[in-house]
Nanobody, 118 residues
Framework: QVQLVESGGGLVQPGGSLRLTCTAS????????MAWYRQAPGKQRELVAR???????FYSDSVKDRFSISRDNAKNTVYLQMNVLKPEDTAVYYC????????????WGQGTQVTISS
């Protein structure tokens, strides 16, 4: 059973920064595409950023140029560096791991709350 454990959320003022961390129990971690999603109250869960096993990245338009996703395969960890945070970034952020085999549901972490408020 794959476990994803997130940390790093909190309350930050607008313009501030946070770094989210997600550590996975799965091995080999390096082969998995990893992603961060978020869900704000009353809204659907949305993709924020994704990083492939080869290090290719994708960002949603709303976070492009402000957020950065990275991974450390030696630590089974993926990061989300969030800068210039805005109130609209407030959400629960979830770590996501795409399985290696088709037909298996994605793996999700428990979520970490990020609140941007003055």
């Amino acid at each position: 059973q794959v476990q994803l454990v997130e940390s790093g959320g909190g309350l930050v003022q607008p313009g501030g920064s946070l770094r989210l961390t997600c550590t996975a129990s799965s091995s080999p971690f390096s082969l998995h595409t990893m992603a961060w999603y978020r869900q704000a109250p009353g809204k659907q869960r949305e993709l924020v950023a994704r990083i492939s096993s080869g290090g290719n990245t994708f960002y949603s338009d709303s976070v492009k140029d402000r957020f950065s996703i990275s991974r450390d395969n030696a630590k089974n960890t993926v990061y989300l560096q969030m800068n210039v945070l805005k109130p609209e970034d407030t959400a629960v952020y979830y770590c996501n791991m795409r399985p290696l085999r088709a037909g298996i549901p994605d793996y999700w972490g428990q979520g970490t709350q990020v609140t941007i408020s003055s």
